[in-house]
């Protein structure tokens, strides 16, 4: 949640309180497009809220095990999914009669997944960014992605984000997400469901602040995670997420977002989350690399996909459209091509001037 006034953007509470004309909750039908560890885990959190979900999954097999077993033993092993998610292989299948559309695929392959469901999406409802990235090329937002292949008014889009490390919340330990579109009914319709009694979705209208946010601290995590792999402790870590704070504040401020989203759920709580625990995948990839493995070799070792990784370049040439420095990105991407040694990394992980700064 911003610093905002409770006014301008009303809690999780309020909006549940407010009527919402045509919202009956219990009739929710949602569709939710990605059986990765993150789709699986918050249909399974739309579930737990009372909806009635279905999972799109690319394998046949892992949604009769889904429909049939109620587990996904690929991505979330040892998890119980509830009998009210169920999952199918047929996109024409699982956006039929959806009330709401959540999108949990890889940032790299969305547009092409929206060319295959632009005629087949509901009129009018919701459409949900779960995904953390920035496409390759054109530098977009996966909310503006959304957009433009989809062709729908900016208001009917919202994105979720905030300290969600998937299989914490799968095995229901308690946790907050901020739900962020321009339009409040959309982010209040879609808080609404997107809470239960272990997760609690707040809402605002930055999503340009919310979005970047959870992008920027992958890329902190990947420079944590090196740090870590190199053997450095948590003087080093602290430093680098402070800074990394500032750094990824810097960029979204000058891209239109509002600094105080970067202190909230979406920037220093997913922030947090990501750089200090071992479930990141962003965070895993960076302790491969300060060990010593090639980009290519921790990309074959990830069994899931590391959005920081793939968002380095594409952030780094917006930074430097907008005449940002990112120093910590910079080496980041400096270790991704071979150019710099991880243990070079911490020395001037904050700075990328010799001489003294203010904080």
């Known amino acids: 949640m911003t610093g905002s006034s409770r006014d301008e953007h009303p809690t999780l509470t309020e909006a549940i309180r407010v009527p919402i004309p045509g919202l009956d ?35 046949r097999e892992v949604a009769h095990e889904i429909t049939e077993s109620h587990r996904n033993s690929d991505y979330l092993p040892g998890i119980n999914l509830p009998r009210t998610l169920r999952a199918h292989d047929s996109l024409e299948k699982v956006l039929d009669g959806a009330d709401q559309v959540y999108l949990s695929v890889p940032s790299q392959t969305l547009r092409s997944n929206l060319h295959s469901i632009r005629d087949i999406v509901p009129a009018g409802v919701p459409v949900v960014s779960l995904m953390k990235g920035v496409e390759r090329g054109t530098g977009l937002r996966m909310s503006e992605v959304i957009r433009t292949e989809l062709g729908i008014d900016e208001g009917r889009i919202a994105v979720v984000s905030g300290p969600n490390l998937a299989l914490e919340i799968a095995k229901r330990e308690p946790t907050a997400a901020v739900v962020s579109s321009i339009d409040p009914d959309t982010a209040r ?3 609404a469901a997107a809470s239960n009694d272990y997760f609690k979705s707040f809402v605002n209208s930055d999503v340009i602040g919310t979005e970047f946010g959870g992008v920027l601290k992958n890329l902190i995590a990947v420079a944590v995670g090196i740090a870590d792999g190199v053997g450095y402790g948590e003087n080093t870590k602290a430093s ?45 990839a960076g302790r491969l690399l300060g060990q010593g493995y090639a980009f290519t070799e921790v990309i074959a070792q990830m ?4 959005e920081g990784l793939a968002s380095v370049g594409p952030i780094l040439e917006l930074a430097a459209q907008r005449g940002v420095s990112m120093p910590i990105v910079s080496q980041v991407a ?11 990394l911490a020395p001037h992980l904050a700075t990328d001037s010799d001489e003294p700064q203010g904080e």
């Open 25 to 59: 909750d219990s009739a929710h039908r949602i569709a939710v497009l990605g059986a990765g560890s993150w789709g699986t885990t918050f249909a399974k959190v739309l579930a737990d809220g009372g909806s009635d979900v279905m999972l799109w999954a690319r394998r």
């Open 189 to 191: 319709h879609v808080a």
């Open 240 to 284: 680098i997420i402070t800074r990394g704070l500032v750094e990824l504040t810097h960029f979204a401020v000058a891209f239109g977002a509002r600094p105080e989203t970067m202190s909230g759920l979406a920037g220093l709580g997913d922030l947090i989350a990501t750089c200090e625990s071992p479930l990141s995948r962003n965070n895993t």
């Open 303 to 306: 069994n899931q996909t590391a």
């Open 334 to 344: 400096q270790v991704l091509d071979g150019t710099l040694d991880p243990r070079e």
